[in-house]
């Protein structure tokens, strides 16, 4: 039973730190671009230039926010500001949702691992006492082994838990904040947007 609980923590482990690295280099990412081309937008004069400069980033949330825009007014015969305001939060929040996803998984982890791990050290002592009581002598050196075998699965248990906790959180926040640049510029694109039609 203990090597299958640590066989069980392995796993979450492994996939916890398949998300860590994952995320890392998604929301890096994210985050450069966005830069980037939040630099280009504050330089730009003209619609066209945006349109040109946004093909460079398109790793960017923002990006596709603008993309959504461009054809949401390409399809329209007269511009309608709430419409073009509608299909961007629209695609806001589908970025987020997208750089959310298996954040679920790492928190899953960080919950249920160290119970995951208690469980194989509880399960383990019982199987050390259930032994010493049928040993012929009670010494601390005949059940000893077994309790120090059963508390590695509690060790494991929080070694899977602590990265996929700090990792989460991380990951959070830095969502968080490019979903709060999304906002913000989405709200800058209209006025852009407004100034362009001389609306």
Known sequence: IAKFVLLILLLFSIASWAIIFTKERATKLAQQKSAQFLQLFDQATRWAELHTGSVNFKDSPLVAIFQAANDEMQKQRQLNLDAVQR?????????????????????????????????????????????????????????????????????????????????????????????????????????????????
Do not use: C
Request: charged residues 10%; glycine residues 8%; hydrophobic residues 55%.
């Open 87 to 199: 299909v961007m939060q629209s695609v806001a929040i589908r970025e987020t949702t997208k750089l959310e996803q298996s954040l679920g998984w790492l928190a899953s982890t960080a919950s249920a691992a160290p119970f995951i791990g208690l469980f194989g050290t509880v399960v383990g002592i019982i199987i050390a006492f259930q032994g010493l009581s049928q040993a012929s002598t009670a010494s601390i050196q005949a059940v000893a082994p077994g309790i120090a075998e059963a508390l590695i699965a509690t060790a494991a248990g929080i070694a899977a838990a602590v990265p996929a906790v700090l990792a989460y959180n991380h990951y959070l926040n830095r969502i968080k904040l490019l979903a709060a640049e999304m906002d913000s510029f989405t709200l800058r694109l209209l006025n852009f947007i407004e100034r362009e039609s001389g609306q």
